[in-house]
């Protein structure tokens, strides 16, 4: 089969990169090469950032049920095809189909139909003074704006972050992860089909030292929304700040699911509890890699715990049985290898999993590694500090809440937290103390688009979702009449 050539979406226009250059896209259920990807450089970018600011005061200037109806339009067009775009997402990522079948390409419809319903009523704050004037807020759009998406949920991200600025009235410059572009590139097809002005909506494609550091120096580009490794969101707040961009940095997560001994341990609990470790290969930002359990009852939450990661199934992404698919490329596989390493090395005891699988056939050459939960490692480990992004849970028994509290907060990272408690007071009490920015209490990725989403520390700076999305897209401008 001839494989993929994907395009940048620039002006409104399918464009080849300017340099002609094009990396590979692997498949890491095989290994193999299935697409072609741009690797735009920063005269792509340019291009982009043009076209964008041009079509920035006629998109500001547009009413926003026509933006409303343009993003609906474009969740109309997803959604009626989405067969074809989870089977990309799943081949392009290596995530079970059925999960991008069920979860991300939903998702990402959701987004799209949020923001369209959002902008048409948000309104802004008036306050009549007593000396007789009356101070109102204009919200208005920042102008170009750049959106930098990971890979891991790829088109999930990708319009997460693109569905508020458009609703919000910016131009919009957008570069997703080189690992996984497949869908966004048809994505920015469909905007096309949608009706969208050329230059609302660009998207190149390539590498993030080269697309996404040329977005975030570009002057005429005045936010950047960051979704990824702290590592990058550093680099970028570095780059941006005498520039003074606006930043939104949603970052890495090392997050602490904590059972207490009167939790409802009931079988579908305990499903959850697995899933919240090895959902998407474990490849979620929010995923909880350190599971803390009080001590009175690990022993026997242990063994039950155990009996379903092994139950687990890894396998080919497109077989509806299989539970995990393949890593993402072979340089996270081997990232999440070598941190299994080091937890051997550190003194844990792996319970199960540890090591990579090699399926039969033409999977042979994919990246698939084992659920593996390791125990006995201190708190300050570093298998316990840093984040591995894999199929990896470290097992951690407390003996109060102080302990667990202690755990909990005790690394760098503060994205998310799950509880699991019967206590009602001791739920609200401990929710309250984790220094993280969401708080799961007897469940686990339950999201509803209105509340606030992000990390404190090196979990990032901002907030996404409802409103703190519009407001992050928006410069209020307070303005003051005297009557
Ligand atoms: P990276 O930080 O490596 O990359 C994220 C994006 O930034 C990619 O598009 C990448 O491009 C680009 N990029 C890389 N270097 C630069 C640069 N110097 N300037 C501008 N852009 C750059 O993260 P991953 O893709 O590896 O994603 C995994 C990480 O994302 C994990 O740490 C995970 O926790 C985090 N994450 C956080 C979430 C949250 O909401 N807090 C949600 C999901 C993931 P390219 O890939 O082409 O190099």
Same mark, same amino acid.
């Given at each position: 089969m001839p494989s993929l050539r994907l395009a940048n979406l620039i002006d409104g226009r399918l464009q080849a990169p300017r340099q002609d250059r094009w990396l590979d896209v692997f498949e890491p259920a095989s290994g193999e090469v299935f697409a072609h990807c741009p690797d735009s450089s920063a005269d792509d970018v340019e291009a982009a950032v043009a076209a964008a600011h041009a079509a920035a005061p006629a998109w500001a200037a547009t009413p926003s049920e026509q933006r409303a109806r343009l993003l609906q339009r474009l969740a109309d067009l997803v959604e009626a095809r989405l067969d074809a775009f989870a089977a990309l997402e799943s081949r392009d990522s290596g995530k079970p189909l059925s999960l991008a079948r069920s979860l991300d390409i939903p998702r990402a419809v959701s987004n799209l139909r949020y923001f369209a319903a959002a902008i048409v009523p948000w309104s802004s704050e008036s306050h009549a003074m007593e000396l007789g004037a009356i101070n109102y807020t204009l919200r208005q759009p920042l102008g170009v704006v750049g959106c930098i998406s990971p890979w891991n949920l790829p088109l999930y991200l990708f319009t997460w972050k693109i569905a508020p600025a458009l609703a919000a009235g910016n131009a919009v410059v957008a570069k997703p992860s080189e690992i996984t572009p497949c869908t966004a590139a048809l994505l920015g097809e469909l905007s096309i089909e949608a009706g969208f002005?050329? =230059?609302v909506l660009n998207i190149v494609q390539g590498r993030g030292p080269s697309v996404g550091q040329a977005l975030v120096e570009?002057?005429?580009?005045?936010?950047i929304s960051f979704t990824g490794s702290t590592r990058t969101g550093a680099q970028i707040a570095a780059a941006a700040a005498p520039r003074f961009k606006k930043l939104s940095l949603e970052l890495g997560g090392k997050n602490p699911a904590i059972v207490f001994a009167d939790a409802d341990l009931s079988e579908a609990n305990l499903d959850t509890i697995v899933r919240s470790g090895f959902a998407n290969q474990g490849e979620i /930002?929010? /995923? =909880?890699s350190r599971l803390l359990v009080q001590r009175s009852i690990y022993d026997d939450f242990r063994a039950r715990y155990l009996a379903r990661v092994r139950a687990l199934r890894v396998g080919d992404?497109?077989? !509806?049985?299989?539970?995990l698919g393949a890593l993402v490329s072979r340089e996270h596989f081997e990232k999440v290898m070598g941190c299994i390493e080091q937890a051997r090395a550190e003194g844990g005891q792996v319970l199960c999993g540890g090591e990579s699988l090699a399926l039969p056939g033409p999977l042979a050459g994919g990246w698939y590694v084992a659920p593996t939960v390791v125990e006995g490692? !201190?708190?300050?480990a570093a298998t316990n500090q840093h984040e591995i992004f894999g199929p990896v849970v470290s097992l951690i028994p407390f003996d109060d809440e102080d302990e667990a509290l202690a755990i909990a907060n005790g690394t760098g990272y503060g994205l998310a937290a799950s509880l699991w408690t019967a206590d009602l007071s001791r739920a609200h009490r401990f929710g309250a103390r984790l220094d993280v920015g969401i708080v799961w209490i007897n469940c686990?990725? %339950?999201?509803? %688009?209105?509340t606030p989403f992000g990390g404190t520390r090196q979990s990032g700076v901002g907030r996404e979702g409802g409103v703190e999305a519009l407001r992050f897209f928006t410069e209020p401008k307070n303005i003051c009449i005297r009557y």
């Amino acid at each position: 089969m001839p494989s993929l050539r994907l395009a940048n979406l620039i002006d409104g226009r399918l464009q080849a990169p300017r340099q002609d250059r094009w990396l590979d896209v692997f498949e890491p259920a095989s290994g193999e090469v299935f697409a072609h990807c741009p690797d735009s450089s920063a005269d792509d970018v340019e291009a982009a950032v043009a076209a964008a600011h041009a079509a920035a005061p006629a998109w500001a200037a547009t009413p926003s049920e026509q933006r409303a109806r343009l993003l609906q339009r474009l969740a109309d067009l997803v959604e009626a095809r989405l067969d074809a775009f989870a089977a990309l997402e799943s081949r392009d990522s290596g995530k079970p189909l059925s999960l991008a079948r069920s979860l991300d390409i939903p998702r990402a419809v959701s987004n799209l139909r949020y923001f369209a319903a959002a902008i048409v009523p948000w309104s802004s704050e008036s306050h009549a003074m007593e000396l007789g004037a009356i101070n109102y807020t204009l919200r208005q759009p920042l102008g170009v704006v750049g959106c930098i998406s990971p890979w891991n949920l790829p088109l999930y991200l990708f319009t997460w972050k693109i569905a508020p600025a458009l609703a919000a009235g910016n131009a919009v410059v957008a570069k997703p992860s080189e690992i996984t572009p497949c869908t966004a590139a048809l994505l920015g097809e469909l905007s096309i089909e949608a009706g969208f002005p050329p =230059g609302v909506l660009n998207i190149v494609q390539g590498r993030g030292p080269s697309v996404g550091q040329a977005l975030v120096e570009h002057a005429q580009v005045k936010a950047i929304s960051f979704t990824g490794s702290t590592r990058t969101g550093a680099q970028i707040a570095a780059a941006a700040a005498p520039r003074f961009k606006k930043l939104s940095l949603e970052l890495g997560g090392k997050n602490p699911a904590i059972v207490f001994a009167d939790a409802d341990l009931s079988e579908a609990n305990l499903d959850t509890i697995v899933r919240s470790g090895f959902a998407n290969q474990g490849e979620i /930002c929010l /995923c =909880g890699s350190r599971l803390l359990v009080q001590r009175s009852i690990y022993d026997d939450f242990r063994a039950r715990y155990l009996a379903r990661v092994r139950a687990l199934r890894v396998g080919d992404p497109r077989d !509806a049985s299989s539970d995990l698919g393949a890593l993402v490329s072979r340089e996270h596989f081997e990232k999440v290898m070598g941190c299994i390493e080091q937890a051997r090395a550190e003194g844990g005891q792996v319970l199960c999993g540890g090591e990579s699988l090699a399926l039969p056939g033409p999977l042979a050459g994919g990246w698939y590694v084992a659920p593996t939960v390791v125990e006995g490692l !201190a708190p300050e480990a570093a298998t316990n500090q840093h984040e591995i992004f894999g199929p990896v849970v470290s097992l951690i028994p407390f003996d109060d809440e102080d302990e667990a509290l202690a755990i909990a907060n005790g690394t760098g990272y503060g994205l998310a937290a799950s509880l699991w408690t019967a206590d009602l007071s001791r739920a609200h009490r401990f929710g309250a103390r984790l220094d993280v920015g969401i708080v799961w209490i007897n469940c686990w990725l %339950l999201r509803d %688009l209105r509340t606030p989403f992000g990390g404190t520390r090196q979990s990032g700076v901002g907030r996404e979702g409802g409103v703190e999305a519009l407001r992050f897209f928006t410069e209020p401008k307070n303005i003051c009449i005297r009557y």
